[in-house]
Structures are given as C-alpha cells and as structure tokens.
C-alpha cells in the first residue's frame, strides 16, 4: 500500500526527493505551444478544427431534427427488463433502490474507491434522467429516487465516519458489510421469487430479458469465473501431475474453441444428451458457457502473474516458516493478483460484451431485444438511433469498468514498485 | 437458400437422438401442455411481419406470432398461453427434435429432407413464399413479362441468381443482373434507384421494403419463380398433436371460405349451414375427437380470427399481396384449401 505519499519517500542514501516544479501556463501561451507551434502545427490544428465542425454539424443536425428518437423510450422497458411482468416492476426497483443505498452508505464510510463508484454511477443515472430518452414522469420520479437514495446514503455514511462514535461506526460498517454480503442472495430470491409464493410470485429466469438479463449473465459469470481461474492456474503450476494435466487440458481445449461454439453446445447438444424430462435452465446454461470459457482465460493472465513474483519471496516466506498453503495465499497470490488486474478486467470487459452472443441460445439480452424490436414494420428505415443508445448503454458499463480498475490499480499501487 | 450443410450436419445428430429424448409422457404432446398450461411455441423473433417484438404490448407479434396464439386458444381458450421461444435458424429443429418446443412456427421451408431425414411432420402451409420481386410503384411493371429488358439487384452465387436466369431464359426476356456479395448492399443499391427491381423471397422482400427510405412507393409483384412453403412443424411419432396442429391451421382457413370472421362468429353461431354449424361446433363433436372442446375452432375465430384476418393484420401492411397470389384461397385462384369438416 502507498501509504507514504511520494514526496517523502526517502532514497537508500538518505537523499530527499522533490516533486518535480510545477510551471504555470497560460492558455494562450499553452495554445501557442500546443497546436500553433510551427506553419505546419497550425495547418493540422485548423484543418482538424474544420473536420470536427463538419462532422459535429452533421450529427448535430441528425440527432436534432431527422433521427426519430420515439423507438427508445417506447420500448424502454422491453430493453431493460426484457419479459419481465409489469405487475411485478416494483421488485426491481426494490433491487436498485437496495444497492443503491448500500453504494450511497459504502461510499460515505469508506470514501476512495468507492466514492468513485457512487459517482460515476449516479453521473450516468443523471444522464439517463436528464435525456431525452424517458417515456412519463413516473419513471423520471422513480430515476430521481435512484439519484436521491445514492446522495442520501453518502450523506449518511459521512456523517458516520465523520462525527460518530467508534462504536456506531464500526457498527455501521458491519452492517453495511453485511448488506453487500447479503444483496446478491437477495436480489436473485427478490428478481426470481419463490415457486408457488403468495408474495413474490414466480418469474422464472426464462422470462428476464433486456439489460436485467445482460447483467445477471455477466455479474454472475465474472464473479464465478475468477475463483476458477485462479484455481486452475495454480493448479497448472501444481506438482502433482494429475492435477497439473488435468489443468492444462482443460485450458488448452476451451482457449482452442471459440465462444460461440461452447454456447452453442450447451444450447443445442447438451438438451441431446439429457434424460428424458430433464431441462436445464437456459440462462443457467449460458452462464456456465460464459463462465467455464472465461475461466481459462482467467487462468492464463494468472498464471503470468504468478511468474512475474519472484522467486526470492517465496524462499523468503518460506524461511520464516510459511507452509506451501499459506506462502500462496499471503504472499504469492496477492503480488500475482495485483499484477494482473488490467489483462483480468480486460478480460471481463470483453465477457460483458460478449453476452450480447447470447441470441444463440437463444435469450434475448439487450442487444437481442433492440434487434427485434426494430424488426417491427412500424419502425421501418435504418436503426441508427437504437443502435447508437444500445452502443452509449454499453460504453457506460464498460467505461464504469475500466475507469475503476485504473483506479484501484492506483489504490494499490500497482506500477509503483 | 435456406439450409447448410453444417447445419445438415448437427441437425441429423439430432435426428438420430431424437427418439432417446423426451417426446411427452402417456397423454403426447397435448397431455404434456395441458399439464403444464401452456404452449411453448418455437418462433423467429426477428422478420417483419411474422414476428418481431412489439413494444405496445411486450411482447411478440406477427403472422406466425398468430398460429400459436391459434393453438393456445383451441387448447386452453387463452391467447396468451403461449411461451415464445425465439429460435435461430439452426437452433430450430434441435429445440422441437429434443422437446424443448411443442411446436415449430418460424418460416421454415417445408423441403422433402426436413419432412423425411429430420422426422418432423409439417402441418399445411400458412404462407406461399418463393421468389419475387420489388418494383417501383411508378415504373409501370405489374407482371415479370413487364421486366424485359430491366437491371435487376440480386444477391451473388445464390440459388435466387439461378433462378432468376432460369426464369428469364425460359420466358425469353433480356435483364441486366446486378450482382451484390451483400444483401445491405443490395437493399441499397435498389433504394438509390441503381436497378429497376430487386428479387429475393417475397417475405425477404417485405422486410427490405420496410427498411427503405419511401417504403410506400415500392410494391412486391404477386408472380413468385420458386417454391417456399411456410407452415408449423411438429415432431414425428404424436399423431394427435399433429392432427391439432394441422385442424387449427384448416380451421382459420376453412373459416374464411365460409364467411365466419371474428367480428360475426357468435351470430354465425345459429347459422342454418350446416357446415359453418359443424366448424364452429354447433353440430357434431369434432373438438372432443381432438381432445379439445367443442368450440375449439370458434373460439379460435373469435380471438385470432379467420386466414384472411390474419393476413390483413400482419402481412397486408407490409406490402405482401395476397389478391391474386398463391395465398389466395382456393375459389379466387389460391393454393389455399381446407378438406371439409365433416
């Protein structure tokens, strides 16, 4: 951890070490510096200038009088929760409305990572509300909530770790602890309900669609596949050689087979092979395809990681008398793991992406319910304008994720030593 | 154009495993979706006109969106005992071989080695399609013979570039092909007014009519030059199920011949004809011959309505013609043919 800050931090021979000078420019002198340098400098500097203005112009004008932007909010509701029964809308709000407040609570007590988190979320939900894209009030109001709960959380949660005694506060950190620990069971047991339930009727995982299913199949799987990942790479570099074969065939075999083709299997040749009156849930299926592909993925930058700790710090834990397990959990596996957060987020950024492959199966996730929806006659010509909000929807998701594994590289400070 | 031989590959596996797989218990496919009280309906969630999603209601909608609406009603009197199944192209028959689906509506081609390799059986055809073609409202032509002489878009090393040359040869007329690798190049060309007409499938058509840029100045001639039967599919081996299928599509078709729409069905009720007294269940116990109720086929008239209602619902608004076309019933020069009811 970086807790010194750096300009402290001291030499081996005692030398201090100074920021480097910090020189004001003014923004004209910064422009003559930057862009109008040279005759040549301020040719490409206007020429762009010029490029932007024609292009901005175009889709300026497109977005505001020609493209029909109706088709959106229209189906907003298909696109986000897919089948999902109207009646039972509430429960996932219940759903938002409960991370939402855990985010807002966690950001106030905890600041730092996930400040940044509640930010950038509740940023993008303010986009969403102060867009063009929303249907009727009810769902700006139910939006604004969103919003409010998140402020309110933080809100909270400062005060708590501002001003309250040590003993609320610790309190407040575990039952916030255990909020988050307790949100994924239940989400799924709220979103899913219980068969035969008075309360929470049944909507069974075949009827989720749109953006709710895109979540549930790329939550799920990333959080299921790294601990197989990491399983597998030490498994490979285990010495035990049944384990070690068995590790690296199974790498070897589903990094040698396109996704579509895993996807493809579990949809269509695994129902074959099934007794008679057995069905595997479909969205059950894709996530397994999903998180047995990304697993072996996983495995590989992991095992990078592992090579790239020396050998010295295990010699090293091992003098001071750490057994096999405990050199690997405490010393190895946490250098390793840190190392790789860029290939493993990457990695991930491209499962989310990849969910949209889920029409195989076949589910309709976001992508696949834009499509279809488009098909209908009444929408006709091209289908810019939902593929552009399909487009924006995952780029927020995917900036959300690389933006807060730059940060937590930092927090970590991964890069710095 | 409409199958691979990949696709032929995984398909005949799933032929060969079909029987192992579950194909209902003691009542057949009926007892199976009555048990479980509803349809699973296997479909094309994406093609104009037969089945897209619709935003209004949730849900599917389209002409084959129709028929299992048809099916839910003659077995449970609810159209919205359906579970839709959105299916690919080479997910179909695997979904109906292994049980997921009970029954196949998604535009597939009713071709000998569907019905005899794939052991499926196909219910009578809802919709003649083939290959057509698309022409200005303005330009004047109405009939192929109209084309000599014309530039034709069509899609490169296609069995729709063959028979387009078939065609024209036989009649003796002159066209200039031009000839794309890409259908959205295709589909453009023709919209910048490149070639006089564009050919493909006269559904495929309909879908590249929606999406240009004046959907109402283009129209898709009723003369088709290949053979593309459409109807619901079910699995071999359930005799019963098949009969409910095939009755249901005879019964939206044999409806309109006789005048029963949806909007008349309950006074044609006290009809003194004994035939619209025997389909609509007034007379005689054809439903419960079935395992249906009585009034199967009524309920269906009043809920989906009658071929022709169903037709002008979906397809008529997409530019699909059915005067004068193959899915015109049989008294007005149609293959559209219901045995009797009796």
């Known amino acids: 951890m970086a807790d010194v800050p750096a300009e402290t931090r001291t030499k081996p021979y005692g030398g201090e070490v100074l920021p480097p000078p910090t020189v004001r420019v003014g923004p004209l002198r910064w422009l003559r510096e930057n862009l109008f340098s040279s005759w040549w400098n301020s040719a490409l500097t206007v020429g762009a200038l010029a490029l932007l203005y024609v292009v901005g112009k175009g889709v300026l004008t497109w977005a505001v009088t020609e493209a029909n932007w109706a ?36 950001a106030g007590l905890w600041g730092g990572l996930l400040r940044e988190a509640a930010v950038l979320l509740g940023a993008g939900v303010g986009v969403l509300l102060g867009g063009l894209l929303l249907a009727g009030w009810g769902e700006r109001g139910l ?57 929470w009727a049944e909507v069974p995982v075949a009827r989720w669609g749109g953006l709710l299913l895109t979540f549930s199949l790329a939550v799920v799987s990333i959080v299921l596949c790294f601990p197989l990942g990491v399983l597998l790479a030490l498994g490979r570099q285990s010495s035990l050689p049944v384990i070690r074969w068995t590790c690296i065939v199974y790498i070897e075999i589903v990094r040698g087979v396109p996704l579509v083709t895993v996807l493809f299997m579990a949809s269509l040749m695994l129902p074959l092979f099934l007794p008679s009156g057995w069905e595997i849930n479909k969205v059950l299926r894709a996530i397994a395809a999903f998180t047995l592909f990304t697993a072996a993925y996983v495995a590989e930058n992991v ?78 010509g091209p289908a810019r304008e939902m593929l552009l909000f399909v487009a924006l929807v995952y780029w927020f998701f995917t900036y959300f994720m690389s933006h807060m594994s730059r940060k937590l590289e930092r927090a970590l400070g991964v890069g710095e030593r | ?33 009555q048990d479980r009280g509803r349809l699973v309906c296997g479909v094309n969630s994406g093609v104009p006109g037969f089945g897209f999603l619709d935003e209004e209601t949730g849900t599917f909608s389209g002409f084959d969106i129709d028929y299992c609406k048809a099916l839910a009603v003659a077995i449970f009197n609810d159209p919205n005992a359906v579970e839709y199944r959105p299916l690919t192209a080479a997910a179909r028959f695997t979904a109906l071989a292994t049980g997921e689906i009970d029954v196949l509506i998604r535009n597939t081609t009713w071709t000998f080695t569907r019905d005899v390799d794939l052991t499926t059986n196909f219910a009578p055809t809802t919709y003649y399609d083939g290959q057509g073609f698309m022409v200005r409202v303005d330009s004047g032509v109405n009939t192929i013979d109209d084309l000599d002489g014309a530039t034709i878009c069509v899609l490169q090393g296609t069995t729709t570039e063959q028979n387009l040359a078939d065609e024209f040869a036989k009649r003796g007329l002159d066209y200039t092909p031009l000839v794309f690798a890409e259908t959205a190049a295709r589909d453009q060309a023709y919209d910048e007014g490149r070639c006089d007409a564009i050919t493909s499938d006269a559904s495929q058509l309909a879908a590249i009519r929606t999406k240009l840029s004046n959907p109402d100045e283009h129209k898709i001639l009723t003369e088709l030059i290949s053979k593309e039967p459409l109807g619901p599919v079910v699995r071999h081996g359930d005799d019963r199920w098949f ?100």
């Open chain 1, 71 to 106: 088709v959106i909010p229209a189906s907003l509701k298909l696109l986000l929760v897919g089948f999902y029964p109207e009646e039972e809308l509430g429960r996932v709000w219940a759903v938002l409305y409960g991370t939402v407040v855990l985010l807002g609570l966690s």
């Open chain 1, 303 to 380: 095992r990078g990681g592992l090579q790239s700790v020396p050998k010295g710090q295990i010699e090293a834990a091992q003098a001071l008398g750490l057994g096999p397990v405990l050199t690997t959990l405490l010393v190895v596996l946490p250098q390793a793991l840190r190392a790789v957060i860029p290939a493993n987020v990457g990695q991930f950024i491209a499962l989310f992406k990849d969910t949209s492959l889920v029409f195989i199966v076949p589910l309709l996730d976001f992508l696949g319910i834009a499509l279809d929806v488009l098909e209908n006659p009444k929408w006709g």
């Open chain 2, 243 to 342: 009969d409910i299928v095939k009755w249901t599509v005879f019964c939206t078709v044999e409806a309109e011949e006789l005048g029963v729409h949806s909007g008349n069905v309950d006074q044609q009720l006290q009809s003194d004809d004994p035939r619209v007294r025997r389909l609509l269940g007034v007379e005689g116990d054809f439903g419960e011959k079935l395992g249906l109720s009585n009034d199967w086929c009524a309920n269906i008239i009043r809920t989906v309505g009658n071929y022709g209602e169903i037709y002008a619902r979906n397809l008529s608004p997409i530019g699909l013609p059915r005067e004068g076309s193959l899915n015109a019933l049989w008294q007005d020069g149609g293959l559209l043919y219901s045995p009797p009811f009796r």
């Open chain 2, 1 to 33: 154009m409409r199958s691979s031989r990949k696709l032929a590959a995984v398909l005949a596996v799933a032929a060969l495993l079909a029987p192992l797989a579950s194909i209902g218990q003691d009542g057949g496919t009926l007892g199976a979706v």
């Open chain 1, 143 to 199: 939006l604004g909530g969103l919003l409010l709960l998140l402020l309110g959380g933080a809100v909270v949660g400062g005060w708590l770790r501002a001003r309250a005694p040590v003993l609320l506060l610790r309190w407040g950190k575990r039952v916030v602890g255990g909020g988050w620990l307790l949100l994924p069971i239940g989400a799924v047991l709220l979103l899913r309900g219980v068969p035969g339930g008075e309360l």
